[in-house]
């Protein structure tokens, strides 16, 4: 297998592909192996390869952030930064929702019904590709943000279930293959990803003072935190208490009741583990001393920093 310019050379095929690339290949890689899928009438080239990049070194965790999926918005960043679910995904579904409607008033068998499956499959792919990319774009940013340390919420079965909407499910969809991409990234760049499970309470705490505000409706947004008085914006409020939570600073506080035995922590790597704290292959968190100064940016005041 070749890759040119603007072209694949495939083994079998006499001649060279045109092609469009997603993504050019680091210099010096060498290209394992490939999959053809076909989606929509058009062929999609997956290239596995290695790269003679020497693995990362280990960072000292300066930064640290944690990532709430909204309802709003698809990602809610502990430093304020939201990540908003893009629009050309409603306008697409829109698009969707007609042409399968359409497909359903079409004839079985008929040549229109065929013509009318081949469009919705090429509104499926259209949508997925305009996520892919997006997702690429806001995970390397993420990625590259100087964060040392990202801490997710894992995803919310549970609404799920609940909601069967397509709008929903394309939510959970994009979370669910954020986090993986954040995953590898993070790996490639000697970071460290932590997965908090989701029966962590973290829309329940107020990451001010550390009380627990008790459960609240999906439609309440904003609360004011009954013992601080704080005023907080549901879903950044929750990814603060994500990050708090990876960094071992809520136990600290023991305002809260956190059941360890069900709020279950995974690491992007699986080495060495210990059971009282975080262990990372790549990274090492900083001693107690030094959490100060990143405790001060759970403050919501400091919603740019
Ligand atoms: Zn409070």
């Known amino acids: 297998m070749d890759l040119g310019n603007n072209q694949v050379k495939l083994p079998k095929f006499k001649e ?34 290695e790269d003679n990049k020497p693995e990362p070194k280990p960072t000292t965790i ?50 229109n019904r065929k013509k009318q499956a081949k469009k919705v499959a090429q509104i499926h792919a259209s949508i997925s590709n ?32 609940k909601n069967h909407k397509l709008a929903k499910s394309i939510a959970n969809a994009s979370w669910s293959r954020l986090i ?20 962590f309470p973290s829309s329940q705490i107020c990451s001010t003072c550390g009380s ?15 013992c601080c008085q704080t005023h907080h914006h549901r879903d950044l409020n929750a990814s603060i208490n994500i990050r708090n939570y990876a960094l071992g600073m809520l136990d600290e ?10 709020v279950g922590m995974t690491r992007s790597y699986a080495c060495g583990d210990s059971a009282d704290g975080v262990v990372t292959k790549y990274g090492y968190i900083l001693d107690i001393a030094s959490y100060g100064s990143l405790k001060q940016e759970a403050h919501p005041s400091l919603a740019g920093g």
């Not at 940013?141 to 799920?160: F, G, M, P, S």
Request: aromatic share 10%; with cysteine; charged share 25%.
């Open 16 to 49: 060279a592909i045109k092609a469009k690339f997603h993504r050019h290949l680091p210099t010096n890689s060498i290209v394992k192996q490939g999959f053809i899928s076909c989606v929509a009438d058009k062929y999609y080239l997956s290239v596995s390869y």
């Open 253 to 262: 506080r023991h305002a809260i009741k956190v059941d360890k035995t069900r």
């Open 62 to 111: 300066r930064k640290a952030v944690g990532l709430d999926m909204g309802l709003e918005s698809l990602v809610i960043a502990s430093n304020g930064v939201f990540y908003p679910y893009k629009k050309f995904f409603q306008n697409l579904q829109t698009k969707l929702t007609k042409a399968q409607r359409r497909l359903s008033k079409k004839l079985k068998g008929s040549s």
């Open 212 to 226: 627990n505000t008790g459960k609240k409706p999906l439609h309440i947004r904003n609360f004011v935190c009954p």
């Open 180 to 199: 993986s991409l954040l995953e590898y990234k993070a790996g490639w760049k000697g970071k460290t990803l932590i997965k908090i499970d989701q029966y």
């Open 130 to 161: 305009s996520r892919e990319d997006y997702l690429h774009k806001i995970s390397n940013e993420i990625i590259t943000n100087q964060y040392d340390l990202l801490a997710v919420e894992t995803l919310k079965v549970r609404n799920l279930v």
